[in-house]
C-alpha cells in the first residue's frame, strides 16, 4: 500500500467513524427524549413492556400469561440484560447496549472491509442505514440479534463450527437467523456448521427449559398471531377499506392487526408463499455453486423473502437485511448492491411509516396506503432482484453444443466452495 493510498484508506475511515458517531448521539438523544420524534412513543416498549417481562422472568419463570412474549428462550438475556449495567434504570442501559451492540456491529464491519479483497462499502451501508430507521432501532432488541447475525457471517468465511454456533445462538434469540444457515457450502463446511448449529441449539433450549418453566410458551402466541396491517397481505385490506370492506383494526399480540371477513384467508395465502419460499430455496441449494461471498448472499435473500411473506413487518425487521445486506457488500466478489440500496430506501420510508405517519397507516387513508405501498413494494423488489442475482451467480447455466448437442456447463469457472 502507497502513501497516499494508506493516508485516503485512514482518511475514509476517520470520516466513517465521525458519520458513525454522529448519527447514534442523535439517536440516543431520541431515545432519552431530549429531541422528541413526531407519532407514537418508540421507547414505551422498552420501559413498560421489556420492563414487565424483566420483573417476571427475575421471579422465576417466562411470561406464561402475556401474548405478547413471542419470542424464544433466549430473548431473556436481551430482556435480562440491563443487570450488566446496574448503575442505569433498566431503559437507560438498554438503550446503553443497543449502542455497544451497534458498535460492535460498526467495527466487525470495519475491520473485514479492511481485508485483502474485501471492501468498506458494507460498513457504510451500516453507518447510513441504521440512523434511517430512527429511534425505534435503539428502542428494541433486534439490533443486539443482528450483531450475532453480522458476527456469525464473517467469522463464518474461516471457521464453520463459529458460524453454526452462532446462528443457534441467534435463532433462540429471534428465530430468523437460522436461515444464516441456509448458503453454507455443501460437504464439510455444512456438515461442521450444521452440526454445531444443532448441538448449541439442543444445549441452550435445554438449559432454558431447565431454569425457567415455560420456555416454549411463545409457540402458540405466535401461531395465533393475525395479519399486521405493515404486512404484504395487509395491502389488500388497506385498499378494500376505500371500498367498504367491513373490517377493522384491533390492537391484538402487542401490534395492530386487521380482523374481519378474508384475513384468515389472506394469512393463510402468506404461509403458503412462505413455503415456496423455502421451496426455491431448497432448490437452489442443490443446484447451486458456491464462492466466499455465497454464505451472505444467501442469508440476506432468504431473510427477504421470508420478511415479505411474513404476515409481520414491524418497523425493526428492517434492521435484519439491512444488517445482513452489509454483510454482502464487504465482499468484492459479491452481486447485492442494487438489493442493498433498495433495502436502504424502504429503511427511509419506514421512518416516514411509523411512527412519523402511524396514524395514517392505521386509518388506511391517502397518506398510509401510498407510504405501505412504497415501502413494500421496495422490499418485494428487493427480494426479488436478490434471488435473480443469487440463482445467476450461483446456479450454472447448461446449454447444448450445437453440433454434438452435449450439454456444457457454462459456469465451469465458478468456485465450487469458500476457500
Same mark, same amino acid.
Given at each position: 500500500?502507497?502513501?497516499?493510498?494508506?493516508?485516503?484508506?485512514?482518511?475514509?475511515?476517520?470520516?466513517?467513524?465521525?458519520?458513525?458517531?454522529?448519527?447514534?448521539?442523535?439517536?440516543?438523544?431520541?431515545?432519552?427524549?431530549?429531541?422528541?420524534?413526531?407519532?407514537?412513543?418508540?421507547?414505551?416498549?422498552?420501559?413498560?413492556?421489556?420492563?414487565?417481562?424483566?420483573?417476571?422472568?427475575?421471579?422465576?419463570?417466562?411470561?406464561?400469561?402475556?401474548?405478547?412474549?413471542?419470542?424464544?428462550? /433466549?430473548?431473556?438475556? &436481551? !430482556? $435480562?440484560?440491563?443487570?450488566?449495567?446496574?448503575? #442505569?434504570?433498566? =431503559?437507560? @442501559? *438498554?438503550?446503553?447496549?443497543?449502542?455497544?451492540?451497534?458498535?460492535?456491529?460498526?467495527?466487525?464491519?470495519?475491520?473485514?472491509?479492511?481485508?485483502?479483497?474485501?471492501?468498506?462499502?458494507?460498513?457504510?451501508?451500516?453507518?447510513?442505514?441504521?440512523?434511517?430507521?430512527?429511534?425505534?432501532?435503539?428502542?428494541?432488541?433486534?439490533?443486539?440479534?443482528?450483531?450475532?447475525?453480522?458476527?456469525?457471517?464473517?467469522?463464518?468465511?474461516?471457521?464453520?463450527?463459529?458460524?453454526?454456533?452462532?446462528?443457534?445462538?441467534?435463532?433462540?434469540?429471534?428465530?430468523?437467523?437460522?436461515?444464516?444457515?441456509?448458503?453454507?457450502?455443501?460437504?464439510?463446511?455444512?456438515?461442521?456448521?450444521?452440526?454445531?448449529? /444443532?448441538?448449541?441449539? &439442543? !444445549? $441452550?433450549?435445554?438449559?432454558?427449559?431447565?431454569? #425457567?418453566?415455560? =420456555?416454549? @410458551? *411463545?409457540?402458540?402466541?405466535?401461531?395465533?398471531?393475525?395479519?399486521?396491517?405493515?404486512?404484504?397481505?395487509?395491502?389488500?385490506?388497506?385498499?378494500?377499506?376505500?371500498?367498504?370492506?367491513?373490517?377493522?383494526?384491533?390492537?391484538?399480540?402487542?401490534?395492530?392487526?386487521?380482523?374481519?371477513?378474508?384475513?384468515?384467508?389472506?394469512?393463510?395465502?402468506?404461509?403458503?408463499?412462505?413455503?415456496?419460499?423455502?421451496?426455491?430455496?431448497?432448490?437452489?441449494?442443490?443446484?447451486?455453486?458456491?464462492?466466499?461471498?455465497?454464505?451472505?448472499?444467501?442469508?440476506?435473500?432468504?431473510?427477504?423473502?421470508?420478511?415479505?411473506?411474513?404476515?409481520?413487518?414491524?418497523?425493526?425487521?428492517?434492521?435484519?437485511?439491512?444488517?445482513?445486506? &452489509? !454483510?454482502?457488500?464487504?465482499?468484492?466478489?459479491?452481486?447485492?448492491?442494487?438489493?442493498?440500496?433498495?433495502?436502504?430506501?424502504?429503511?427511509?420510508?419506514?421512518?416516514?411509516?411509523?411512527?412519523?405517519?402511524?396514524?395514517?397507516?392505521?386509518?388506511?387513508?391517502?397518506?398510509?396506503?401510498?407510504?405501505?405501498?412504497?415501502?413494500?413494494?421496495?422490499?418485494?423488489?428487493?427480494?426479488?432482484?436478490?434471488?435473480?442475482?443469487?440463482?445467476?451467480?450461483?446456479?450454472?447455466?447448461?446449454?447444448?453444443?450445437?453440433?454434438?448437442?452435449?450439454?456444457?456447463?457454462?459456469?465451469?469457472?465458478?468456485?465450487?466452495?469458500?476457500?
Amino acid at each position: 500500500m502507497t502513501v497516499g493510498t494508506g493516508t485516503r484508506v485512514r482518511g475514509s475511515r476517520g470520516l466513517c467513524l465521525a458519520v458513525w458517531g454522529l448519527s447514534r448521539a442523535v439517536l440516543l438523544l431520541c431515545v432519552f427524549k431530549v429531541f422528541t420524534v413526531p407519532g407514537p412513543d418508540v421507547t414505551s416498549d422498552v420501559s413498560v413492556i421489556y420492563r414487565g417481562w424483566y420483573e417476571v422472568l427475575r421471579a422465576g419463570s417466562f411470561p406464561l400469561d402475556d401474548v405478547t412474549w413471542q419470542y424464544p428462550p /433466549a430473548a431473556a438475556l &436481551a !430482556v $435480562l440484560s440491563p443487570d450488566l449495567l446496574p448503575f #442505569l434504570e433498566y =431503559a437507560s @442501559a *438498554f438503550f446503553v447496549l443497543v449502542l455497544l451492540c451497534d458498535a460492535l456491529v460498526f467495527g466487525l464491519l470495519l475491520h473485514a472491509g479492511g481485508r485483502p479483497g474485501m471492501r468498506e462499502a458494507g460498513t457504510w451501508l451500516w453507518v447510513v442505514g441504521v440512523p434511517l430507521l430512527g429511534p425505534t432501532v435503539y428502542a428494541r432488541y433486534d439490533l443486539m440479534v443482528t450483531a450475532v447475525a453480522v458476527a456469525a457471517l464473517l467469522a463464518g468465511v474461516r471457521h464453520p463450527r463459529v458460524l453454526g454456533a452462532l446462528a443457534a445462538f441467534g435463532t433462540l434469540l429471534k428465530v430468523w437467523p437460522v436461515l444464516l444457515l441456509v448458503g453454507t457450502a455443501r460437504g464439510g463446511e455444512t456438515r461442521r456448521a450444521w452440526s454445531s448449529a /444443532a448441538v448449541t441449539a &439442543a !444445549v $441452550l433450549a435445554l438449559a432454558a427449559a431447565v431454569a #425457567l418453566p415455560g =420456555a416454549f @410458551a *411463545f409457540l402458540t402466541f405466535q401461531r395465533d398471531r393475525g395479519l399486521e396491517i405493515e404486512s404484504l397481505g395487509a395491502l389488500v385490506f388497506h385498499v378494500a377499506r376505500q371500498f367498504g370492506w367491513e373490517g377493522r383494526v384491533e390492537l391484538r399480540y402487542g401490534s395492530m392487526e386487521f380482523a374481519g371477513p378474508h384475513v384468515a384467508l389472506v394469512s393463510t395465502l402468506a404461509l403458503a408463499l412462505s413455503v415456496l419460499a423455502f421451496g426455491w430455496l431448497l432448490v437452489w441449494r442443490l443446484r447451486a455453486r458456491f464462492a466466499v461471498h455465497t454464505p451472505a448472499d444467501a442469508a440476506f435473500t432468504a431473510v427477504l423473502l421470508f420478511t415479505v411473506t411474513s404476515r409481520v413487518i414491524s418497523p425493526q425487521y428492517l434492521v435484519w437485511p439491512l444488517g445482513l445486506a &452489509a !454483510v454482502c457488500l464487504v465482499f468484492r466478489g459479491g452481486r447485492m448492491g442494487r438489493p442493498a440500496g433498495l433495502v436502504l430506501v424502504a429503511t427511509a420510508v419506514t421512518l416516514l411509516e411509523f411512527p412519523l405517519g402511524f396514524a395514517h397507516v392505521v386509518a388506511s387513508d391517502a397518506e398510509g396506503v401510498a407510504l405501505m405501498t412504497v415501502r413494500n413494494g421496495l422490499l418485494v423488489a428487493a427480494a426479488l432482484d436478490a434471488g435473480r442475482r443469487l440463482w445467476r451467480d450461483t446456479v450454472p447455466r447448461v446449454r447444448r453444443e450445437p453440433a454434438t448437442g452435449i450439454s456444457r456447463d457454462a459456469r465451469a469457472d465458478t468456485p465450487a466452495s469458500a476457500p
